[in-house]
């Protein structure tokens, strides 16, 4: 099988790149091709006994798309986006990378399709961030579609797309909404959410981190290893029990940022909470009390998704992934 | 007040425009210029005392919004869509009428208000096909769009934009979502929602009417009286109660076949309701069967938006809107 990802540059996309590269397989399936593409050339993971290209495009150019596609991947796992932040504070850039490469990639689909009867499965990584306040503590799988962000805006344009094109059979779609992902792995960065993994990364190696937002903030979080978990899945598994709703609510786990923080007392001591210090951040906690805190992710479940149960696991998850198994 | 009406020789449009005319006004707020745009050259109505443009455009050129934006037009009234079987059929026209003219509309008017601080009102005409099923018979104000149709997928897409565009500034937006509107004036069309019409409009005027459903099936209507007072409501209204979810919708009225059949015997008698023929046609029932039967739409009737409450008075509304007052 020939695995395309978009996006491979990106954290989740080579940690894919990484399982799929070790295990030679996507789920239980062979893979024999791995194409990654991002804006940058995306580094080759190790040990893959199959075919590697490795490429640099724009997938806002309309010439792209044919070129990702010119070796009809069996699978397409679609993770490019501009984040948050930027697409907020650059209008165009958002537009045109995340609707416009969005259909750009669609629409290439689209003509195969219709000229040799291609029908990849395209796995659509969106966002918790279509959803905007109010909302009830556990977002149902009815819940409107609410963003209140540029970036929700495209993603939810996104999965409307998916879902029109895989009703019309150009492929077949399934658009998976991630969890924030916790512990993110690499230096702390500047995104909003970014606070949620720096006060357990940076303290587990010793580090202080800064925490923004009062401790009863309640969020949706999985790790980096359920994400990929999630997209395996999506890649491999059966559509028909989804139905022609092809937008499903990721599981994951809700809990406050003092859970996260017990959770790390309990693995790494006193020692590392202390590291943690609270210098609250306004704006950040405007932007954080918009987010979602929990969902009933009940079609995932029932299709087979998990995700984890308790802080420990995703701690122990960065420790054994990240920090070679021991603190 | 410069009110400009994109789709204007549609049915709704043509009421709005005579209904402007003939009052002078929009709502309580006095009209001295009227633009209307259509893929053919709208009519212009009659009785209006200020100046009335009349241009046919095709709204998916590019070139097509700035033309209609030059005199900058206080209120923008967008109807202008391919309808739902021709957006099926025709998937790229659907696609570059119904998303790329509406987007080149919204961007239009973005680069007025960046480079001059415009403002217009823009009142988007959406549509209870973003529902798909399966649906609570009482859609509430939270529920998911899911369209079944590449129409409802576009007008979907629309409203996500709307409230972007409106959220960041560049215009000040309302989506509404109209229910089926009943009764059509004119002659029967292929529409498979034709018949909701028909079964009233081809017996009060002594014709027969063919019904292709069992008078069981439940439906959603509103008058195109109501259409027109949503429209200019949603034109004139204060929004700030309506916050940053910029789609409400529309209240109607829940009946089924059997009701309105009914009202129909009130108002004209049984030999009205003798020149109904059941003729079932699966292809028709399939096709309704995906379509939602009721609303509780209690933003839109807490902010003012009211419909008719039974069918009695849709149809006395046909008969004095459209027949002159008596059968």
Chains 1, 2 share one sequence.
Not at 77 to 83: G, R, S
Not at 224 to 245: K, S, W
Request: charged share 20%; glycine share 8%.
């Amino acid at each position: 099988m020939h695995v395309l990802i978009i996006g491979a540059a990106g954290m989740i996309g080579r940690k894919l790149a990484g399982a799929i590269s070790r295990s030679g397989k996507l789920g239980t399936r062979p893979v024999d091709k791995l194409s990654l593409i991002d804006a940058v050339t995306p580094e080759k993971p190790a040990g893959f006994s199959g075919a590697v290209t490795s490429l640099a495009l724009d997938i806002s150019d309309p010439h792209a798309a044919p070129q990702m596609l010119a070796h009809r991947p069996d699978v397409i796992v679609h993770l490019a986006a501009i984040v948050s932040g930027e697409a907020e504070q650059d209008f165009d850039k958002g537009y045109r990378i995340n609707l416009d490469g969005t259909r750009h990639l669609f629409d290439a689909v689209r003509q195969l399709s219709l000229t040799n009867g291609y029908c990849p499965r395209l796995v659509f990584a969106s966002s918790i961030a279509v959803f905007g306040a109010p909302m009830p503590d556990a977002i149902d799988d009815v819940f409107l579609t609410a963003p209140m962000t540029s970036y929700g805006t495209q993603k939810a344009i996104g999965e409307l797309l998916l879902q029109d094109y895989s009703r019309r059979g150009f492929f077949d779609g399934l658009a998976i909404r991630l969890p924030t992902i916790c512990i993110r792995p690499g230096l702390p960065n500047k995104a909003a959410s970014g606070f949620f993994s720096g006060i357990l990364r940076e303290p587990l190696a010793g580090k202080p981190a800064v925490l923004p937002v009062p401790d009863t903030v309640r969020h949706w979080h999985a790790s980096p290893r359920a994400a990929v978990d999630f997209l395996t899945r999506a890649a491999t598994m059966d559509l028909g029990p989804v139905g022609h709703r092809r937008v499903l609510n990721m599981p994951g786990l809700s809990a406050t940022v003092a859970e996260q923080i017990e959770a790390l007392r309990r693995i790494a001591g006193d020692s590392a909470v202390a590291l943690i210090r609270h210098e609250p951040d306004p704006d950040i906690m405007r932007i954080v009390s918009t987010w979602p805190r929990g969902f009933a992710a009940e079609r995932a479940t029932a299709l087979g998704f998990r995700a984890e149960s308790s802080f420990d696991e995703i701690i122990r998850i960065h420790i054994e992934d990240e920090m070679g198994g021991a603190l």
